[in-house]
Each structure stands twice: as structure tokens, then as C-alpha cells.
């Protein structure tokens, strides 16, 4: 039987390393290479652009908050489509989206400028969607999007949105996009709900189009009621008070269905919220970091490093798969080894039709690692301590960094602010969507010192563990690489304290939880396609004596008993905190991979994880501060504890994107 990669690798973990059998070691050297685009990644050179260091996003204006002396920072920021030069200089440029302030044109850069928040000093955005062409034309999008998920669905028309299509083609119609602050604590009308999006204001907007999502018009309402400024055709005015701890956010779409396609396409930024008795060190931070008006040639010490893989073609654009057969390291027929199974919305087995979506894969792994905005891009360091911001922005591919020369990093803080105290660490493991604030001390490290910041983090679907007695690391020559630090002299006065004797706030202790939630992360195959392996290694349909086809898709869920029951995006809300209740969420993982998995509106404490067979453990190290994603290993319960005090309806999801796309993601309401 020919294993998938996901079959594989769950193979791999149940057997261990001991037992591979020949046949899988050859599975196992097909996958060494990342399949990609056009352009071999081994083709770009490294470490010839200089790290980009995203500068402050300029404001629009400084607001009056009605009937108050407080000043809002107010932004216009627009998603735009520009060219941008990714690869290296003598390779072509890409096309790509991002946001950029519209009073501000030259803010337009992929990843975004950095938001630079206040702590409870609120932030108001003028979210707008521009991918329009100099005519007011819409856009089409730059990958293929699958209209068979459960995905906005514009064409679907007033009251046809949110659903899934049965239309196997890629989606060509205007492109829907609503931003989420990841981090936020907001207002539901300002979360960014997957079913809030908006179409640009383009003049050839096809008849009969759906132009906003389901929730748009409440959520315009309401927000219009609470902030009096008017959410105008292609815009949604959202505001973030920023009354929780100080730390490292980032913003990108998250549009139902299509997340992955948006975010990889571009639109992402950082959000950094300071001040506060959440930001209140004992000691001095390596900084400055990028503000408003500073002087060109600033040196920077305070840095974010968002990572991200991706695929390229040989004309430089975006390579994402437009096929299901991509992920299963097949071809399309007739072209040997192939895919041949019906899919939505043809007939498969027992007169049913397929439930399989024809384009969608369901994880996607980059061959090529892009540091803000560039692949393997270098930075000169200075003999000194600096603070990295370091985001996982991929899709699926999960991070676990290493500096060559053996340097540690100290990690200060994670996704919801400080740490209780700083942590020495030899690796940095970090799953989508995860941050780590970090110092590097590159003193004592020689002049001319180049050190590569290295991933060991699998090619592939993670399950925990380490290289090379768990999974293989990535590709040494490829993935494997992230970026270049250069070490030169120090040019001023390191006032930086040693990161071992900062004293960090702690985050203020939890109430005793009043109520324990069990819920799941479940995987199904297949209900209706069945499948074998041909003698010329074609999939083939096989409905009398084949093995179901999968996977489907991951669902999150409840338990009942010791099993997961699988909910979908569209049943009912399962989890609905009373407003201010203190509960402890037990995230059961059935599947036979890790999943990141983020809650909206809350920060939680990581209290352990147990084996579901076996004993609990306390979180990891870099665990202990507050977190608003967290790694939920396969076969254990993970156990978070949150205060939810902000009443609304919100989403939990998987941040696997092409999981989030496809049903792993849930709705859950506060009060
Ligand atoms: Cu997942």
C-alpha cells in the first residue's frame, strides 16, 4: 500500500527510527527535496540582500475619542498588489500583496510596517480593499483558490456567502479579505470574523456577487454606533483598545476559506503594543526599535524577524499547488505516477458524490525561507545584545531554530507578553503563528563571525520531538537555512543589561477556574472515495475493495467519552464562557500531528500536557509566561486556562492555515 506523506509519518511515529523498512527510506529521500515551482531553490543564492527592517507604519491622524480627553492613533491602511523584489537582485521581482498606509504611499512593503501601539491607548484602522487595477477593475487573486471548501463564496450571492461551492474551478471573481489583530483584544465587530470580509469597491463588481460577508452588516452597525465613523463600500473601520499586556502581534486576513491563499499571497505585519505594568522590566532592553520620524541610517537593536517559507517560479510569481495531487506527490493523468479519483462535485462510490476538493491541499511546505520579504537575507550585527521579535508567518511548516556557532537565545516573552523570568535556550521551537521575543548576545562573538541561523524543524507535518531520532530536520541546503548574521564592531555603548539578571513582570495570576471544557482536534478520510495503487503507482478509485482516500480534512470538536466528535464551522456553538468566567480548555488531539492551535480575544496559561495513556507534564520553559497559540501534540491532551472577559463571538481554529480553510476552526461565544 502506498503510504501518504501524512500515513508516513504517523507510520514513522508509531514504528520509530529503528524500524524503517527499506521501501520507506526511499519515501523518505524522495521527500528530502521540497517540491515547489519552477525555480529550484537551490538555484537563489543566499545571504546577498541585507535583512529589511520594517519601519513604523505612519499614521494617518491623530483622533479625539468622543467625550474624552484621549488621543487615538488613526490609520488608513490599504491591501494593495505591487511587485516587490524577493528573490535577489538579478532574479525578476515578484507580485505580491501587503498593506501600506494610503497617506503614506511609499509604506507599501511585503511584510507591512510595523503598527507601533500604546498600552490603552486605543488604535483606529481604516482597513481597505484595494486590489483593484488602475481602471477600478478587481483583481483576481494570484494562487488558485478552491471553491468547494467552505469559503466566503461572493459568487454566492446576498444571502448564498459562507458556504461551500460545488464548482471544481478556481475562483476568478474580486477577492474578499477582513484583517484580524492576532493578539487583539477587541470588540467583536474588530476581531476580523472569517464571515466579515469585503470585496474592494472595484466598478466592474459582477451582478448578483455577494459584496460583504454574512456578518458585515452587524458588525458595521455596531461599530458605526460605538465609534461614529462610517465603514464605507471596500473598508470596515476597526479599533483595538489595547488594554492588555505589552506584546509581539502581528495582523493578516482571515477570510473564511481562504486564509492561506490571502496570507501567503502577502498581507502581513507586526503590532507591537508597549507600556503598561505589563511591559515593566527591571533592567534595559537592547533597542531602539524602528518609530516614527526617524533619521535615515538609524541603528536598529530591537528587530522582528517574521519567517516564512514559500515556492517560487522561474518568472519570479508565487508558486502555491492548484492540485490535490501536489500533496500527495503525484501528477495529474495522464502523466505517470498519477491521481485519478472523482472529485467535488463528481460521483464516487455507492452513487454518492466525491467529498474530496479538487485544488486544496491539505498542508504546504515552501522550499524556499523568506526573512522579511527576502529570501536568505543577511544582517550585520554589531559586538553586542540585540532583541529579535521572531514570528512563525508560515502556513504549515513549523520552526526549530539554532544558531551555528552555538550562541543561545534567551527568550524574554511569547505571544501574550513576558515570560516570569528569562529562559537560556539552546533551540527555538516555534509553530505557526508562534512569537518568541528574544535577546541574541553576539559580544564576545569575533568580527568577520558569519553565524546562520539554522532550522531543524521537518519538511513536513511535525509530531513532536527532535532531528534526527524523530523526524529528519529540513533540507540543510535549503529550508534548513534561514538567515545570516554578520558580526562587525560595535559602533556606540552596549547600555543593554545581560538578559540573566533582567527582571521581568510577571504576568498576573489566574482565578481558580470554574468550569473544565473538553474539546478535540479530529482528522476524517474519505466517506465516499476509495482507493488502491496501481501496478504503474497510480491512485486509482477502487470502491469494491479500496481503502478510504484522505486525508478529508482535520475538524476541531467536543468529547464525548474517550472520543473526539467532530464539529464543522457551521454547527452550533459548543463553547460559550459566561462573561469574566475563568475555564480551563482541555484540547484533546486525536490526529497524528501537532497543531498550533490559537484562541481569539484571551490569553492562556499553559497548565500541561498529558499522554492520553499517561502522565502529565508542566508546559516547557518558554511556556510559562502568556500565550495565545500553543502546540498541541497528537495522542495528548493539552490543558490551557483563560479568563474569557469580553463578550462577543470569536473563533479558535487551527493556525495550520490550510487546516484553518478547511473546517478547523470553530465559533465560540463569550457571554
Ligand atoms: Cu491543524
Redesign the pocket.
Known amino acids: 500500500m502506498r503510504l501518504s506523506r501524512r500515513q508516513f509519518l504517523a507510520a514513522g511515529t508509531v514504528t520509530g527510527a529503528s524500524l524503517v523498512l527499506p521501501w520507506q527510506l526511499a519515501v523518505q529521500r524522495a521527500l528530502a527535496q521540497v517540491a515547489g515551482g519552477t525555480l529550484p531553490p537551490g538555484s537563489i543564492p543566499k545571504y546577498v540582500t541585507p535583512l529589511v527592517i520594517p519601519p513604523a507604519m505612519p499614521r494617518t491622524a491623530k483622533l479625539k475619542v468622543r467625550g474624552g480627553n484621549k488621543q487615538i492613533d488613526y490609520y488608513e491602511i490599504a491591501v494593495r498588489q505591487f511587485r516587490q523584489q524577493i528573490l535577489p537582485p538579478g532574479l525578476p521581482s515578484t507580485t505580491v500583496w501587503s498593506y501600506g498606509s494610503v497617506t503614506s504611499p511609499g509604506s507599501l512593503n511585503y511584510p507591512a510596517f510595523t503598527i507601533e501601539a500604546k498600552w490603552t491607548a486605543p488604535v483606529r484602522v481604516k482597513w481597505i480593499n484595494q486590489l483593484i487595477d488602475a481602471n477600478g477593475h478587481y483583481l483576481r487573486h494570484l494562487l488558485p483558490i478552491d471553491q468547494t471548501l467552505h469559503w466566503a463564496n461572493p459568487p454566492g450571492g446576498p444571502g448564498g456567502t459562507d458556504q461551500e461551492a460545488f464548482d471544481p474551478t478556481p475562483y476568478q471573481g474580486p477577492v474578499p479579505i477582513v484583517t484580524h489583530l492576532h493578539g487583539g483584544h477587541s470588540t467583536q465587530e474588530s476581531d476580523g470574523y472569517p464571515e466579515a470580509w469585503f470585496l474592494p469597491a472595484a466598478n466592474n463588481l459582477p451582478a448578483g456577487y455577494a459584496t460583504v460577508g454574512s456578518f458585515y452588516a452587524q458588525f458595521k452597525a455596531e461599530a458605526e454606533a460605538l465609534y461614529g465613523q462610517p465603514w464605507t463600500p471596500g473598508s470596515a473601520v476597526f479599533q483595538y483598545d489595547n488594554d492588555q499586556a505589552a506584546a509581539t502581534m502581528w495582523y493578516h486576513d482571515h477570510t473564511l476559506g481562504m486564509t492561506r491563499a490571502n496570507v501567503y499571497a502577502g498581507p502581513a505585519g507586526f503590532y507591537l503594543l508597549r507600556g503598561g505594568p505589563g511591559d515593566e522590566v527591571t533592567g534595559v532592553l537592547p533597542g531602539p526599535a524602528p518609530a516614527l520620524g526617524d533619521p535615515a541610517g538609524m541603528k536598529y537593536y530591537e528587530i522582528p524577524i517574521a519567517i516564512q517559507d514559500r515556492s517560487f517560479n522561474a518568472d519570479g510569481s508565487l508558486f502555491y499547488p492548484d492540485n490535490r495531487a501536489f500533496f500527495e506527490g503525484l501528477n495529474q493523468p495522464p502523466t505517470q505516477p498519477y491521481l485519478d479519483i472523482p472529485f467535488i462535485p463528481d460521483q464516487a462510490c455507492d452513487g454518492l458524490p466525491s467529498d474530496i476538493s479538487p485544488i486544496f491541499n491539505p498542508e504546504f511546505f515552501g522550499n524556499t525561507i523568506v526573512v522579511n520579504g527576502n529570501t536568505w537575507p543577511f544582517l550585520e550585527v554589531e559586538q553586542r545584545r540585540y532583541r529579535f521579535r521572531f514570528l512563525n508567518g508560515c502556513n504549515s511548516r513549523f520552526l526549530l531554530l539554532e544558531l551555528s556557532n552555538g550562541l543561545p537565545f534567551w527568550q524574554l516573552g511569547a505571544e501574550g507578553g513576558f515570560l516570569p523570568a528569562p529562559v537560556q535556550l539552546k533551540r527555538l521551537l516555534l509553530g505557526p503563528a508562534e512569537r518568541a521575543d528574544v535577546i541574541v548576545d553576539f559580544t564576545n562573538a569575533p568580527v568577520g563571525t558569519k553565524i546562520v541561523l539554522q532550522n531543524l524543524g521537518p519538511d513536513e507535518p511535525f509530531g513532536g520531538g527532535e532531528p534526527p531520532g524523530d523526524f529528519d530536520a529540513a533540507d540543510p541546503n535549503t529550508t534548513g537555512q534561514v538567515m545570516q548574521f554578520r558580526v562587525v564592531p560595535r559602533t556606540s555603548r552596549d547600555t543593554s543589561t545581560p538578559p540573566d539578571r533582567l527582571v521581568l513582570p510577571a504576568p498576573p495570576p489566574l482565578p481558580q477556574a470554574t468550569r473544565t471544557r473538553q474539546v478535540s ?1 479530529n482528522e476524517e478520510d474519505s466517506r465516499t472515495v476509495r482507493i488502491r495503487t496501481d501496478a504503474n503507482g497510480n491512485v486509482v478509485l477502487d470502491c469494491e475493495d479500496g481503502e478510504p482516500f484522505g486525508p478529508r480534512f ?1 475538524l476541531l470538536g467536543t468529547v464525548a467519552g474517550d472520543a473526539g466528535v467532530s464539529l464543522r464551522w457551521d454547527d452550533e456553538i459548543t463553547e460559550h464562557p459566561a462573561v469574566g468566567a475563568t475555564e480551563v480548555w482541555e484540547l484533546y488531539n486525536f ?1 497524528e ?1 501537532a ?3 490559537h484562541i481569539h480575544e484571551i490569553t492562556f496559561q499553559v497548565l500541561e500536557r498529558q499522554p492520553l495513556d499517561g502522565a502529565a507534564r508542566g508546559p516547557e520553559s518558554w511556556e510559562t509566561g502568556r500565550k495565545d497559540t500553543v502546540i498541541a501534540y497528537p495522542g495528548e491532551t493539552t490543558r490551557v486556562k483563560a479568563t474569557y472577559d469580553r463578550a462577543g463571538l470569536f473563533v479558535w481554529h ?3 492555515v490550510e ?2 480553510d478547511h473546517e ?1 476552526m470553530r465559533p465560540y461565544r463569550i457571554g
Do not use: F
Request: charged share 15%; aromatic share 0%; net charge negative.
Open positions: 482536534l482535520a490526529t500531528d497543531h498550533p492551535i487551527c493556525h495550520i487546516h484553518e478547523m
